[in-house]
């Protein structure tokens, strides 16, 4: 139970990094495009190894990659025009909520009592959070959360049908896949190839590190129930708001980190409830 704790922490950590190198970069979409491209080309790698993915489950694959696009477009703006501690913890909570709805309507999940107090306890803390915050941050937030809702459902369902591991490595490079494509039509492509080797470093090691989270959490389940683990994987969330408060000094730290402490709650009494 102790090293479930401990991988599950890390992820925690290693989550929040990721993303906070996002936010403290120059241009936060070429950083995430950098950090998927490098992410997909090491899950090939792995994918290969493992034998690959069957043709259908590469289709799931794909349309989890399309919806990661407005995900990675709506991150960077919010990381390049608002807080780290407002969007990060709106984004995670908001997701696992939608996520939790989408698979009462789709996949046929059972919906709780506690289920249901968990899901009113992070619309209140996501309230709190939100409180005094400008609108458009806000939206753009909450738009995030709705593509992470969609792929997680997306993911939830396909990874049922093919298995976890080579799966999610598929969804990974259907992502760089993806996110590439767009950043081409968007012109970027010449900005990601002038990016400098610090920068590449930078978002390589984000790049690993999304891929060694997840690694992370499929070990730590292995030592410990699956709930327990998301619960302290979701800690992310609070310490995302108290990195933005302390080491950003962004503003209504103490309120947002007591939004996200409550968001923190819901999320674990969501896993509580199955």
Same mark, same amino acid.
């Given at each position: 139970?102790?090293?479930?704790?401990?991988?599950?922490?890390?992820?925690?950590?290693?989550?929040?990094? &990721?993303?906070?190198?996002?936010?403290? %970069?120059? !241009? *936060?979409?070429?950083?995430?495009?950098?950090?998927?491209?490098?992410?997909?080309?090491?899950?090939?790698?792995?994918?290969?190894?493992?034998? =690959?993915? *069957?043709?259908? @489950?590469?289709?799931?694959?794909?349309?989890?990659?399309?919806?990661?696009?407005?995900?990675?477009?709506?991150?960077?703006?919010?990381?390049?025009?608002? $807080?780290? %501690?407002?969007?990060? *913890?709106?984004?995670?909570?908001?997701?696992?909520?939608?996520?939790?709805?989408?698979?009462?309507?789709?996949?046929? !999940?059972?919906?709780?009592?506690?289920?249901?107090?968990?899901?009113?306890?992070?619309?209140? @803390?996501?309230?709190?959070?939100?409180?005094?915050?400008?609108?458009?941050?806000?939206?753009?937030?909450?738009?995030?959360?709705?593509?992470?809702?969609?792929?997680?459902?997306?993911?939830?369902?396909?990874?049922?049908?093919?298995?976890?591991?080579?799966?999610?490595? =598929?969804?990974?490079?259907?992502?760089?896949?993806?996110?590439?494509?767009? =950043?081409?039509?968007?012109?970027?492509?010449? $900005?990601?190839?002038?990016?400098?080797?610090?920068?590449?470093?930078?978002?390589?090691?984000?790049?690993?590190?999304?891929?060694?989270?997840?690694?992370?959490?499929?070990?730590?389940?292995?030592?410990? *129930?699956?709930?327990?683990?998301?619960?302290?994987?979701?800690? %992310?969330?609070?310490?995302?708001?108290?990195?933005? &408060?302390?080491?950003?000094?962004?503003?209504?730290?103490?309120?947002?980190?007591?939004?996200?402490?409550?968001?923190?709650?819901?999320?674990?009494?969501?896993?509580?409830?199955?």
């Amino acid at each position: 139970m102790l090293l479930a704790t401990l991988l599950a922490l890390a992820a925690a950590v290693l989550h929040a990094g &990721w993303n906070l190198i996002a936010k403290r %970069s120059i !241009d *936060p979409f070429l950083a995430l495009w950098g950090q998927f491209v490098v992410a997909g080309a090491a899950s090939a790698i792995v994918l290969t190894a493992l034998g =690959g993915l *069957p043709a259908t @489950g590469w289709a799931w694959a794909l349309l989890s990659g399309v919806i990661h696009v407005p995900y990675v477009l709506g991150l960077a703006w919010a990381y390049r025009h608002g $807080d780290f %501690s407002l969007a990060y *913890p709106i984004a995670r909570g908001g997701g696992a909520l939608l996520a939790t709805i989408g698979g009462l309507v789709l996949l046929d !999940d059972d919906l709780h009592l506690l289920a249901i107090v968990a899901i009113l306890v992070i619309v209140g @803390g996501m309230t709190l959070l939100a409180s005094g915050a400008p609108p458009g941050q806000v939206a753009m937030a909450v738009l995030v959360a709705t593509t992470i809702g969609t792929y997680t459902v997306v993911d939830s369902h396909a990874a049922r049908l093919y298995g976890g591991v080579s799966y999610v490595l =598929g969804v990974f490079v259907m992502i760089g896949a993806c996110v590439s494509v767009a =950043g081409v039509l968007g012109g970027r492509f010449g $900005d990601l190839r002038q990016l400098d080797r610090t920068v590449w470093s930078r978002t390589g090691l984000a790049g690993i590190m999304s891929v060694v989270t997840y690694g992370l959490v499929l070990v730590a389940v292995r030592h410990a *129930p699956v709930g327990y683990v998301a619960a302290l994987r979701e800690s %992310s969330v609070l310490l995302a708001t108290v990195v933005g &408060w302390r080491v950003l000094d962004e503003r209504r730290g103490r309120v947002r980190t007591a939004a996200a402490g409550v968001i923190v709650t819901g999320l674990a009494l969501l896993v509580i409830a199955g």
